[in-house]
């Protein structure tokens, strides 16, 4: 019996899906584990410490755990090591996630594709490596994603300025690789840019160059507008740019054997229209802009394996941090764009909400907090100042009764001098 186009449709999913391959995945769900199947650089001794931890707020206190850096201004070199595959004739698919909820100031968020030679124990910022993808943030100029692929045993950075997420969120980063040498940027499941391998890294030598034979003809003419010939400078337009100033006299205590001979100050001139220019008019011999003629560049030859990495085996954490907190989770190598988009759905995409909820309700609290210590503050400080208008209340009250007090005295001392002067002396008695 003839088989269906529907039957055929799904053998040829299926056929799809058994040849589709993932080559590596971490999530970092088993306590410890992930020690066994990492390896910290021994290139230097001074390399910042990693943890496990789901961090401050999350979806899932287990599931969105990861490895975070934990010590501020370190350079961090931690690498993984997988079964080693080629992605020739298939898409390569790069995929995990980052969170910043250090406010991070200056440091990387990316991850290196190493081949299979890299010696873990001392990889350190010059090994070679593949490709290197992921976001970079240092200060507020530099907000971008890294897309940087090898060739040819050179480095090469994407002429595009992709910008990454800078808040303090989970975010899920992409990076599709296909054998057609088209590529695209995914951020949180969405496409933020995509193009060619040869418009978009400058790996090969252009397509075209400029003729080096070719010259622009002698009696080419390239202005739009000429001057007027028919246009004439009027008889009265020169004018000085300054002239003296008509109402300046000279000062009366002026001594020309001291100061010398008085000259009035400069003023501008109300009366001067500046250098004299012709009207323009349009070129009848306009001939528009001359265009250098370009050849096919002897120099350039297709590569269609430009996409092509033979050995692929580490991915490596190379970076340096300024301020430490950041956590990696969520590694996925496929050459499978579905099952990437499917597994950030079922990872990312089940804790993005209940993480922001968290944060959100975090912050909620700790500005209840912040308010309710400002209105205890400024109690407080009221009741510092009622106390003190208190004790001045207090002080005047003393004051008040010591001056009465003392104007009673004066009263009485008063009444005594009165009665001392209506008693006579004897002499006069």
Request: aromatic share 10%.
């Amino acid at each position: 019996m003839k088989p269906s186009a529907g039957m055929l449709a799904v053998l040829a999913c299926m056929a799809v899906a058994a040849d589709a391959a993932v080559f590596w995945k971490e999530q970092f769900d088993d306590g410890d584990g992930w020690k066994g199947r990492w390896l910290e650089s021994k290139h230097k001794s001074d390399y910042g410490q990693w943890k496990v931890t789901a961090g401050k707020f999350y979806g899932d206190p287990e599931a969105d755990k990861g490895i975070q850096t934990s010590q501020d201004a370190h350079f961090y070199a931690l690498s993984a090591r997988f079964d080693p595959f080629s992605n020739e004739g298939k898409s390569l698919v790069i995929q995990f996630t980052v969170k910043h909820e250090q406010k991070i100031d200056c440091g990387g968020g990316y991850v290196k594709l190493f081949p299979t030679d890299l010696d873990q124990s001392d990889m350190h910022g010059d090994s070679k490596y593949y490709i290197m993808f992921g976001p970079d943030i240092c200060g507020y100029s530099t907000k971008k994603v890294h897309v940087i692929f090898n060739y040819k045993d050179q480095n090469y950075l994407i002429k595009k300025d992709i910008r990454c997420k800078d808040d303090e969120l989970t975010h899920l980063y992409t990076l599709i690789l296909n054998p057609d040498q088209t590529y695209e940027v995914k951020i949180d499941n969405e496409k933020v840019e995509s193009g060619s391998l040869e418009e978009d890294w400058d790996m090969l030598p252009p397509k075209k160059i400029q003729d080096p034979v070719a010259k622009k003809p002698s009696d080419w003419d390239d202005r739009p507008k000429i001057d007027n010939p028919s246009d004439t400078k009027p008889e009265d337009w020169d004018k000085p740019e300054t002239i003296a100033d008509p109402d300046a006299k000279k000062p009366d205590d002026w001594d020309e054997d001291m100061d010398g001979e008085w000259e009035p100050p400069m003023i501008s001139n109300p009366e001067y229209k500046g250098e004299w220019k012709p009207k323009q008019i349009d070129n009848p011999d306009y001939k528009g802009a001359w265009v250098h003629p370009e050849i096919d560049n002897p120099e350039y030859t297709h590569d269609p394996t430009m996409y092509k990495f033979e050995n692929i085996g580490v991915l490596g954490l190379d970076l340096w941090q300024v301020k430490s907190g950041t956590i990696f989770d969520n590694f996925l190598i496929t050459d499978d764009v579905k099952e990437a988009e499917k597994f950030g759905k079922e990872t990312w995409g089940v804790t993005k909400d209940p993480e922001k909820k968290m944060k959100d309700e975090q912050e909620d609290m700790e500005r209840k907090l912040r308010e309710e210590e400002e209105k205890s503050k400024k109690d407080a400080e009221g009741d510092t100042e009622d106390e003190d208008d208190e004790e001045e209340e207090d002080v005047e009250e003393e004051e008040e009764e010591d001056a009465e007090g003392e104007e009673q005295q004066e009263e009485t001392d008063d009444a005594g001098t009165e009665e001392d002067d209506d008693v006579k002396p004897k002499d006069e008695l």
